[in-house]
């Protein structure tokens, strides 16, 4: 089973144990009620069922059914949310999820090789590519529309003048 990274966990709300969970990709629809979802901490985890969950910019406000007080949320703060990669919605043509880019080549507007997108940096709020090249890593905003193209194994990226 592959599971796929969500969001993570920005801090625990209220005395019913909800979560304030800041999703990679807010126009993610994979949230789904009664889904079995997994969170990480540390080396520990803990599967999990979405009860409910409001969409509350920049953050979703959700519970989770095993969930229900603050003394158990608390403990799940800074929490990866992941699922099941089967359990994701189908992409349609042209479409992609964020982590099957990691490891892909980057190139710029201009044809240019600027090194090979590593992951995703940041607390939720601001996000960051982290692209690694010879001289060391550097970070892009997260802007979706940043990402141009994606040509097999080469992402095309807009890298305004400056952030390298």
């Not at 126009?27 to 409001?54: A, I, P, R």
């Not at 349609?92 to 044809?111: A, P, R």
Request: aromatic residues 8%; without cysteine.
């Amino acid at each position: 089973m592959a599971l796929i990274p969500l969001g993570k966990i920005y801090r625990e709300h209220g005395l019913k144990g909800e979560l304030k969970i800041l999703l990679y990709n807010p126009q993610s629809e994979n949230l789904v009620k009664g889904k079995k979802y997994q969170l990480e901490l540390e080396g520990n985890t803990k599967e999990v069922t979405l009860k409910t969950f409001k969409m509350m910019s920049p953050h979703v406000l959700v519970q989770f059914v095993e969930i229900n007080s603050m003394t158990e949320s608390e403990k799940w703060r800074q929490a990866k949310l992941l699922v099941d990669e089967k359990l994701l919605k189908p992409l349609k043509s042209g479409e992609y999820y964020l982590q099957d880019l990691f490891g892909k080549k980057v190139k710029d507007e201009n044809g240019l090789d600027r090194g090979v997108l590593k992951g995703l940096e940041g607390d939720g709020k601001n996000m960051f590519l982290s692209v690694q090249k010879e001289t060391g890593d550097f970070l892009i905003p997260y802007v979706a529309d940043w990402i141009r193209k994606v040509e097999g194994d080469i992402v095309i990226l807009h890298i305004p003048e400056g952030l390298e």
